[in-house]
């Protein structure tokens, strides 16, 4: 046998039923189904099996739907009140919106018999719940579209997506209110549909609100181009006064653990803020009751008798205001606010007006994350931009996108001539000896480098480079910040302190441990190449009796200049050392013939023999060379300097102002 739920003149339980009165409470509901379960079993000898079956089932399959229904509602009050159905039967229902807060709810048969309706439907439709399960929905909706609506519903039989329409309805108060309606099917076991769940809201004309939102939405942009969030906020609160006549208007945000900061208010010109406002933002932002009404999970409305609560008031009580609706916001994590209108008339704040508020507390929601976003970013571009050392920002193959001022000033650039273009000093070879940086697994720290570069005047700087990678929420580099530390004076002073160890401090000649250190390079460069290394050793023959004629310091000027005049008888690929006092050493690399290395040990006899004038008076020198040649005299280093100290004196002993090989046959062309 077919079963049909509730037609329009069907009653909505057997005339045994021991229900004498439908109520529209989920929990009674659900009592209503079981006794009539019981009622069914009792009646059953007047039925035939399987009538009895299929009657029972259909009982359970409707208890099954409501009790779908209400375990996607959100509205409190249905989970509070949810059907228990004692059916083993699956439930099956299409994916639809289900109950949202301050909508109208209602059950009904396919046609349009009420079944069940919650306390909007009761607030607003002025349903007596004395005749629930008789009274059909089209009472409320004119002829013409209940009409239409009901051949739509009809012509659906099997699994069907939600329908919607904007419908006129008549509410309580006798007029027309325009209806957003949203229709959904619930099915039974064979998939055929059973019953209706309507969910009506309030469809507010967007003509007279459209430049509001417009303004709303508007603000975004506004504060990409550099707009700053409170006086966005403040538009806002303006446009309500303006727009809608509110005649107070406020929002505030707060962070967790710290106070209530007040983003904006705006008040109709015969309220005194001045006089009222300040005082009263500094008691209720103290109060706890502000600070839980930002992190609320709903609006709350609050009048005029219970809008004070000893030291706390939504509005300044000089004001004189009625009513005020408060709107929370749920920003960041750490961040939330709320939104408050106030109302001169009582039962301003109806549904229709509560949801278009709510709907704009989404919107304005919005903008204060934009706007926070974007006061974040300032401040950390400000910060970096304030850094003294250099910053810049670049993709992860090293073009630079952002450069803070110190960085154009230090380098002489203009951001012009830098942004777009490739970092010079960009280590590309380090990263890649790292790995691939667009894999997430590949962990990269900081990257410190040292760099020469020149600066805005052309001198030449030494920079300390840390560069380290930002990455996204995969793990992926895509960006390094780069910063860049001049160092140059510390370098210079390193720099001067490794000159000072390795040269003479007198003649500013290598001094003995760069002489050994290169000696010993070059000696291993000979073996390398094959090539002789010849080392000389001088000695002034007269310098004792210059220093007790002329005094140490013209000694010690004197050693400057036959500094100087050995330098320039020698390549710069060789070496002139002071060892101590008057002794000088040369290192020529690369030779290959014996008449070479005389050639030059007679063009420094012939650089040092004239004299030297210092402070009016001609000053003769005269010098004995020693030189011992590797590999022949010896490829140990000291060995070699110790043969060619002994061939220096063999020069002093033939009369000096000469040069002596250690060889002695090599002394003889």
């Known amino acids: 046998m077919a079963f049909q739920i509730l037609s329009p003149t069907d009653k909505l339980f057997t005339p045994h039923s021991k229900v004498t009165r439908p109520v529209a409470t989920f929990q009674q509901l659900q009592q209503l189904l079981q006794q009539s379960l019981q009622d069914l079993h009792v009646e059953s000898g007047r039925l035939e099996s399987v009538d009895e079956r299929e009657l029972s089932q259909a009982l359970q399959r409707l208890s099954g739907r409501l009790n779908a229904i209400l375990s996607e509602a959100t509205d409190s009050r249905f989970s509070s009140e949810r059907v228990v159905s004692n059916s083993s039967l699956p439930v099956s229902t299409p994916t639809a919106s289900f109950p949202t807060q301050g909508s109208i709810h209602l059950m009904t048969t396919r046609d349009g018999v009420v079944l069940m309706a919650n306390d909007a439907a009761v607030d607003m439709l002025g349903f007596d719940l004395t005749n629930i399960g008789t009274m059909s929905l089209a009472e409320w909706i004119s002829y013409e579209e209940w009409r239409l609506i009901r051949e739509q519903l009809n012509a659906v039989h099997q699994l069907q997506e939600s329908m919607s329409w904007v419908l006129n309805m008549r509410l309580s ?194 903008v204060i994350a934009r706007g926070m976003e974007m006061e974040q970013f300032r401040l950390h571009s400000a910060a970096l931009g304030s850094v003294h050392d250099a910053v810049c920002v670049t993709d992860p193959h090293g073009y630079v996108e952002w450069v803070n001022q110190a960085f154009t000033t230090l380098l002489g650039m203009t951001p012009r001539q830098v942004l777009g273009v490739n970092l010079r000093s960009f280590p590309h070879s380090q990263l890649q000896e790292i790995g691939s940086f667009d894999s997430p697994s590949t962990s990269l720290g900081c990257v410190k480098t ?31 910040v780069i910063l860049l530390h001049d160092v140059t004076a510390r370098a210079v002073a390193e720099m001067q302190i490794k000159h000072q160890v390795y040269h003479d401090a ?115 020198v005269q010098t004995s060379i020693g030189i011992a040649v590797s590999p022949n005299d010896s490829t140990d280093p000291y060995r070699l300097l110790a043969i060619a100290d002994q061939a220096m004196y063999r020069a002093k002993d033939i009369g000096g102002q000469c040069w002596f090989f250690a060889t002695p046959e090599w002394n003889t062309d």
């Open 173 to 366: 108060g006798g007029g027309l209110e325009k209806m957003k309606c949203i229709v959904t099917p619930l099915l039974d076991q064979s998939r055929n549909v059973t019953t209706w769940h309507w969910e009506l809201r309030p469809h507010r004309d967007s003509s007279s609100t459209y430049p509001f939102v417009k303004l709303v939405q508007g603000l975004e942009t506004e504060l990409l181009h550099g707009e700053s969030l409170d006086s966005c906020l403040q538009r806002i609160c303006d446009a309500f006064v303006e727009t809608f006549g509110n005649p107070f208007v406020w929002i505030a945000t707060v962070r967790h653990g710290q106070r209530i900061q007040l983003r904006a208010h705006a008040v109709t010109s015969d309220l005194d803020w001045d006089a009222q406002g300040p005082l009263w933002w500094s008691s209720i932002s103290r109060q706890e009751v502000l600070a839980q009404a930002c992190v609320a999970c709903e609006g709350s409305l609050n009048s005029s008798e219970t809008s004070h609560t000893g030291e706390f008031g939504w509005f300044p009580s000089g004001f004189h205001l009625e009513e005020s609706y408060c709107v929370p916001f749920n920003i960041q994590e750490d961040l939330s606010g709320l939104m408050v209108v106030c109302s001169r008339k009582t039962k301003e704040f109806d549904v229709s007006v509560r949801g278009w508020l709510e709907t704009l507390a989404h919107q304005v929601q919005r």
């Open 506 to 620: 007198l003649t500013d000649l290598p001094n003995r441990v760069m002489f050994e250190d290169h000696l010993l390079m070059g000696l291993a460069q000979a073996r390398r190449d094959g090539n002789l290394l010849a080392l000389f050793f001088l000695d002034l023959d007269n310098f004792k009796s210059i220093n007790d004629q002329h005094g140490h310091q013209m000694g010690d000027r004197l050693l400057r200049v036959i500094a100087k005049r050995l330098v320039t008888c020698v390549r710069t690929t060789d070496t002139v050392s002071r060892l101590s006092g008057d002794e000088f050493t040369v290192i020529l690399q690369g030779l290959d013939r014996i008449q070479d290395i005389r050639q030059v040990a007679q063009k420094i006899l012939a650089c040092l023999i004239a004299p030297i004038r210092l402070s009016g008076q001609d000053i003769p």
């Open 450 to 480: 040292e760099i020469m570069e020149k600066g805005s005047n052309g001198e030449s700087l030494v920079l300390e480079q840390v560069l380290t990678p930002l990455v996204n929420t995969q793990g992926k580099i895509t960006h390094f």
